[in-house]
């Protein structure tokens, strides 16, 4: 579907138990060592997306060993394309064309942090002089702060509104932004703790969300002076409108709330509120997905439904316009096989990138004219990956500790027998993410070194419904933890993996899973590798602006009562790194949360203190998420040596000299680090006192 700046907070496998088989060809057979480089670079064409009036295709690109946008006409081949913007440090992760076609909009930082400006390129711009592209316009121009991107207009292609909170960075204020001029108007003042706004189509604003004295989620409509509550729903719950009915008084909420289990989509009379009930318009028909993923795909132009999309283990699509369905079974008769993913489309609906991906196959681009029903290949991402050497992604089950299923992921390397396998288990972000099947480097990349890679969609996890979410709700490093240890017992009774070699490597909350892993289950583990990793329990709650912290006291703790503070305290790492004794490798973005950095370097000097192996990568130039190729690959090549080290996996000889050169800049001696003083130790930020938190 179209792409939008807008971020939403927004054929079923069956699942079998994985048995051993016997090798098929001798331990080396067949499984040739792939190049990091191959698995971490980028693309060198990525995220095709049609014109919305189909005269051109934009795309991403490198440029100078840094990710940009280039654009060529639809009829032209990517070889004659031209750069149409040229960053040189901070690549470009996304972009999206305005409603008529005139510009291609981005948003970028230039520090690594989160502070994202919307920028405009017109795609018939010229370079400029001493450039190899055109300029782009700073169009928001939010220099101490955040920018959130609420509509792009149907009706009005000029305009453009988006959220900032430099005024207050708990609340974003609204505001009308001209594309063509770059003029902004302030639409709201946001004095009223409204944690999102909405606008339909037309570009009116229509609804907004706060948080009540219960810390539970109020729907509300926006009136000219005022607000009315329209819907509610519990802060462990999920409802946001979704799209607005062209009658011009009803809206789509996508909602979990009461007693049901998974996402709906219903009708809600925005005149009468919810007292007047609401009619359901969709919902999962197997009963799987929920509260989230789900998508609900619409038509621009008419703002009919046109089909649903469930992703738990596989993707499920449930068409209501037929000529779409009849379509899309044809594209399956041609691309047997794949995950097919309708992308942006033109204005008139009737050609269509299409994106075909696999757990082996990291995506290939169509161009699909409706019309004709003429496929017309692109590209393949990663070109030179070899397809043939890469492992299947397995669906497995398994009971936890209290006899809650577990479903997970589950990838052998190829060509070696599943026998006493060394295991890497990469629990997810979020926690409220969710691991489906297809391509995934990370899990590819620990695979062709030897390693079974298990992937939980532990307890908390998003898309298997709210029950499953919600029991994840105050079991960080409790229960939470015991899914991936009885994964890994698991697999360990199956013979599949040796009990002496089991490693665990995660990112963001995964990082805190590591650290808990190691922390709590400290014989479990032989090495860890945390990824800008939370450690405090207690920092990360109190880091939350006030318009998601009430979710947070429900959902990890509240240090406002005695009993919450003790919960958070047990179980952050930073506080009881006394315990661990497997190796561990800490990995930080130094634009990444300083209190975090410093947590982590807390556990950094303990280890060294106690004279258990620790290393420690600290990259300058990254924030939370590391988007430069070269940072990237120093850390998978060290990653890599780690566990080579301590679990007996392959190790790729050598690397680039760039590769070694960055490796050095960015390792960090940790008897270089020096104590943090007691006050932080005991997990109280300096100026919060928990009982007075609000």
Not at 325 to 353: C, F
Not at 510 to 538: E, H, I, K, Q, R
Not at 557 to 577: I, M, N, Q, V
């Amino acid at each position: 579907m179209r792409h939008s700046l807008v971020a939403i907070v927004c054929a079923v496998a069956v699942a079998a138990v994985l048995t051993p088989t016997p090798p098929s060809i001798g331990a080396q057979g067949a499984r040739p060592l792939i190049d990091r480089e191959a698995f971490f670079r980028d693309p060198e064409i990525n995220n095709a997306q049609i014109s919305p009036r189909g005269d051109f295709v934009a795309f991403l690109k490198p440029w100078r060993g840094v990710q940009n946008i280039w654009v060529k006409k639809t009829t032209e081949s990517f070889q004659s394309a031209k750069l149409l913007t040229a960053e040189t440090k901070w690549p470009v992760w996304g972009f999206t064309w305005s409603q008529d076609g005139e510009y291609v909009l981005y948003q970028q930082n230039h520090d690594g942090d989160s502070s994202l400006n919307v920028f405009a390129v017109a795609p018939s711009a010229t370079a400029a002089s001493g450039s190899d592209a055109p300029d782009s316009r700073n169009l928001t121009q939010v220099h101490s702060g955040r920018v959130q991107v609420y509509e792009a207009p149907w009706n009005d292609p000029d305009v453009l509104y988006f959220g900032a909170n430099d005024r207050d960075a708990n609340w974003f204020d609204v505001y009308e932004l001209k594309l063509s001029t770059g003029e902004k108007t302030l639409v709201r003042k946001n004095v009223d703790r409204i944690f999102g706004w909405s606008f339909d189509s037309a570009g009116r604003l229509r609804m907004a969300g706060r948080i009540d004295a219960n810390g539970d989620r109020e729907l509300l409509r926006v009136d000219q002076h005022s607000f009315t509550r329209v819907y509610s729903c519990k802060v462990t719950e999920n409802c946001w409108p979704y799209r607005y009915l062209n009658d011009g008084r009803s809206v789509y909420l996508w909602t979990s709330k009461g007693d049901r289990d998974q996402i709906e989509l219903v009708r809600l009379d925005l005149d009468r509120g919810e007292s007047a009930g609401t009619e359901l318009v969709a919902r999962d028909p197997l009963n799987r997905a929920g509260p989230v993923p789900a998508n609900f795909i619409f038509s621009d132009a008419k703002g009919e439904l046109l089909a649903t999309e469930y992703t738990d283990e596989r993707q499920r699509y449930y068409f209501i316009d037929k000529r779409l369905e009849s379509d899309y079974r044809w594209l399956q008769k041609q691309l047997p096989g794949k995950e097919i993913a309708l992308d942006t489309r033109t204005n008139d609906e009737q050609v269509w990138m299409v994106n075909v991906s696999g757990d082996t196959e990291p995506g290939g681009t169509y161009l699909f004219d409706r019309r004709s029903r003429k496929l017309t290949f692109q590209y393949r991402i990663l070109e030179d990956l070899p397809r043939a050497a890469l492992a299947e992604m397995k669906s497995v089950h398994y009971p936890s500790s209290d006899g809650l299923d577990i479903p997970a992921f589950l990838t052998l390397p190829k060509g070696v027998s599943p026998r006493s396998l060394p295991l890497v288990v990469m629990p997810h972000g979020g926690p409220w993410g969710h691991v489906a099947w297809g391509y995934d480097e990370w899990a590819q990349f620990f695979a062709n070194r030897g390693y079974a890679v298990l992937e939980p969609n532990f307890r908390g996890s998003a898309g298997l419904g709210k029950a499953f979410e919600n029991a994840g709700d105050r079991e960080r490093g409790r229960k939470m933890q015991d899914d991936l240890t009885w994964g890994v017992k698991y697999l360990i009774g199956l013979g599949t993996v040796d009990p002496k070699r089991v490693g665990i490597f995660g990112l963001s909350y995964g990082g805190y899973a590591v650290l808990a892993g190691v922390t709590f289950t400290p014989d479990l583990y032989a090495a860890a590798v945390d990824f800008n990793a939370t450690s405090n329990l207690l920092h990360l709650v109190q880091g939350q602006p006030m318009g998601s912290i009430e979710e947070y006291y429900a959902r990890v703790g509240d240090p406002r009562t005695a009993e919450g503070l003790d919960l958070l305290k047990e179980y952050s790492p930073a506080l009881h790194s006394d315990k661990i004794k497997a190796p561990l490798m800490v990995i930080q973005g130094a634009n990444d949360s300083a209190q975090q950095r410093s947590d982590a370097e807390q556990i950094i000097v303990s280890l060294r203190d106690r004279g258990v192996p620790v290393k420690y990568l600290l990259v300058p130039d990254e924030g939370h998420v590391f988007a430069q190729p070269l940072n990237k690959i120093a850390m998978f090549t060290a990653v890599e040596q780690f566990f080579a080290k301590y679990l007996g996996g392959r190790n790729q000889a050598g690397a680039s000299p760039e590769v070694v050169a960055r490796l050095k800049e960015i390792t960090v001696d940790p008897q270089t680090l020096h104590e943090e003083p007691s006050s932080t130790k005991i997990g109280i930020l300096p100026g919060h006192d928990p009982s007075n938190l609000k």
